[in-house]
Structures are given as structure tokens and as C-alpha cells.
């Protein structure tokens, strides 16, 4: 019987004690071996080298170097996935442009069972990052902004966007390619509470257009974008003077809370034939029935190729059950949704 190679892990942080617990209990995993630890980016630069990690858990703050200096010096010589493990902040946003490929948030220690379920969640993400590609893909995307004069009436359509493990740094380069006058757009990025506003706020800090994280009742209209928020599901609704999201908690769908397959089937039972459905890097299989039933509505449907995916999972569910019309690398899309919208 053949045994499947553990998955070698390096832990860099400057905590003893926090070092050697994630050393412990992420090690406890069968399919992970946590080859070594470093307490700042000049030892973890030599532990690379000399161990050969297939991922890497990452400090932000650390001294000497920060860990978002270290990526950037990391990933143009030595690419491979890499986690951050920090607080809440907007610097995880940063760790992601210089290349993590995702991240968790630090246990709130105070909180019952709060090591437990963040121990859970890293092991589950150091897995997805042994599988993502790292540093294959790059595109000038300032180059790929697209000048507005609409030949389509876009006050009723909709764009939806789905993705997961790669899809902030997507769904960043396809926003902030569009100009101002799209289409109402509806996101879900699979992210927890608080990230998801912070998020929200980076984009709209970077693009032409209003982007902010949903609330329950938000007004969908052309020129804005709502991210759905950490622990709510989004669906879209029309009512007499348009459409609107309704946004409610509940139990997780495909293992995620937002779920991309509950805003795209919202999404295909209102807006039908009037909206486009765009699935982005992700592992898993949350949105492909969706967008399949967004197809199947009348939708026009495209999914990210396997090229340029962090992760090639969602996409290429949605793809073999026939929920992609089109499927293109990353740089394409922007520009195929205006070609739809007739957008020049």
C-alpha cells in the first residue's frame, strides 16, 4: 500500500511558547510533518534553504524584519505557499499583495475552545496551501483598465462573483480593472467577520467604484459593489423600486457562511437571463451548482482556468458540470464582462 507523503510545515513566529504549541498540535495531524521553526525571517530565510518546506506558517510582527518584508523579499527568489497567522488588521491584506496565500486569525485565547478551532482551521489551510500554485502567474494588470461608454441598459443587470483560497488578490485585480459605470456587483469571498468590512474598504480605496460590506437591505445598483459580510449569507431580491440583498445568518452551505451557492442561486432565480456569473480561484466545490442554475436560468457564466488559479477547485467543479460558458485566465475576464455588457 502506498502512503502519501506528509506535508512538510516550517512555523515562524517570535513566541516561544506560541512557536512550540503550533509545533505541537499541527503536528499531531498524520498528514503534516512540522519539519523545524524560526523566531524571525533571518532564521526561517536559512530553515527554507536548508529544510525545503512545502508551507510555511507566518508572524506578521515579528523584530528585526516584519513578516510583509520578508515575503516580498521571499517570494521573488524562493516562492512557496505561505499563511499568516496575525491579528486583525489591514497588514493581512498586505501580506496577501506580497504573495501569502492566505491567512488565520489568532486565537482569542480568552474564548472556550478558541486554540482548538484555530489549530483546526490552520491544519485545513496548511493542506490547501500544499496544493496552490505560488508565484506561476503574474500580469500587469494597471494596463488592463477599461474605458466606460456602455452600449447596454445595466440598471437591471447583475454581476456575481464567487471565490475562495487565492480570491482576494482575483477579485482585487478584476474590480479595480472595471470603470465606473458597471453593473450592480454582488461578492462572496469566503473570509471571517470583521476581514470581510476591512476588505470591502480596501477596494474601495483602490477602484472606480462604491464598494462596502452588505447590510440587510442594501439597494443594488449600477456603480456599487457589496461584499457580503464574515457569518452572513447574501441573497439577492427585487422589490418595487429595484433590486436589494437580503443578508441573514445561518447554518453553512458547502461548509462556508457566506456561501457563493446561495448569492448564485439567489441571483438566478431574481435576475435570471439579466445577470453574469463569474467563479474565481477556490478549493472545494461551493458555487459550481449555483452557477450552474445561473446558466441554466438564462446567465451568462464564465470561471477562471486552471493557469491562473491559486487553487483550481471551484472552478474546475463548475467547469466538468457544465456551469462555465466560457472559461478564461484571470487577466481576460474583466474585459470579457464588459464585452458582454457591450462596455468599450
Known amino acids: 500500500m502506498k502512503v502519501s507523503r506528509k506535508i512538510k510545515v516550517l512555523i515562524v513566529d517570535d513566541s516561544l511558547l506560541f512557536r512550540e504549541t503550533l509545533a505541537r498540535e ?42 510583509i518584508a520578508f515575503l516580498k523579499k521571499l517570494m521573488p527568489q524562493y516562492p512557496l505557499p505561505v499563511i499568516v ?34 489549530i483546526n482551521e490552520l491544519i485545513v489551510k496548511i493542506k490547501i496551501a500544499s496544493t496552490a500554485k505560488v508565484g506561476s502567474y503574474k500580469k500587469d494588470y494597471e494596463a488592463a483598465r477599461i474605458v466606460s461608454e456602455h452600449g447596454t441598459d445595466i440598471s437591471n443587470m447583475i454581476l456575481a462573483i ?19 459605470d458597471m453593473p450592480g456587483i454582488l461578492i462572496v469571498q469566503h473570509m471571517p467577520p470583521v476581514f470581510t468590512r476591512l476588505y470591502a474598504d480596501r477596494l474601495n480605496n483602490s477602484c472606480k467604484l462604491e464598494v462596502k460590506e452588505a447590510q440587510d437591505g442594501d439597494l443594488v445598483k449600477p456603480g456599487r459593489v ?81 493557469k491562473s488559479s491559486t487553487v483550481y477547485g471551484m472552478p474546475m467543479v463548475s467547469y466538468n458540470i457544465g456551469a462555465v460558458a466560457k472559461q478564461l485566465p484571470l487577466d481576460r475576464i474583466p474585459q470579457e464582462i464588459c464585452n458582454h455588457l457591450s462596455i468599450k
Open 226 to 306: 457589496l461584499v457580503a459580510a464574515g457569518d452572513f449569507h447574501m441573497r439577492l431580491a427585487k422589490g418595487p423600486t429595484g433590486y436589494y440583498v437580503k443578508c441573514a445568518q445561518g447554518e453553512k452551505v458547502n461548509g462556508h457562511c457566506p456561501s457563493v451557492d446561495v448569492l448564485f442561486d439567489s441571483v438566478a432565480e431574481v435576475a435570471k437571463d439579466k445577470a453574469i456569473g463569474v467563479i474565481l480561484t477556490g478549493m472545494g466545490a461551493d458555487g459550481a451548482k449555483g452557477l450552474l442554475n445561473m446558466r441554466k436560468k438564462g446567465a451568462y457564466t464564465i470561471g477562471q482556468d486552471e
Open 26 to 67: 499541527v503536528g499531531k495531524d498524520f498528514g503534516i510533518e512540522v519539519v523545524g521553526t524560526a523566531e524571525d525571517p533571518f532564521m526561517a530565510r536559512d530553515k527554507i534553504l536548508e529544510l525545503k518546506p512545502d508551507v510555511v506558517t507566518l508572524d506578521v510582527e515579528m523584530p528585526k524584519m516584519d513578516g
Open 162 to 180: 464567487g471565490a475562495s483560497t487565492g480570491g482576494t488578490e482575483a477579485i482585487y485585480k478584476v474590480i479595480t480593472a472595471f470603470p465606473r
Open 85 to 118: 497567522v496575525s491579528s486583525i488588521g489591514k497588514n493581512v491584506f498586505e501580506a496577501l499583495d506580497a504573495g501569502a496565500v492566505d491567512f488565520v486569525t489568532k486565537p482569542d485565547v480568552s474564548k472556550q475552545g478558541g486554540m482548538n478551532s484555530f
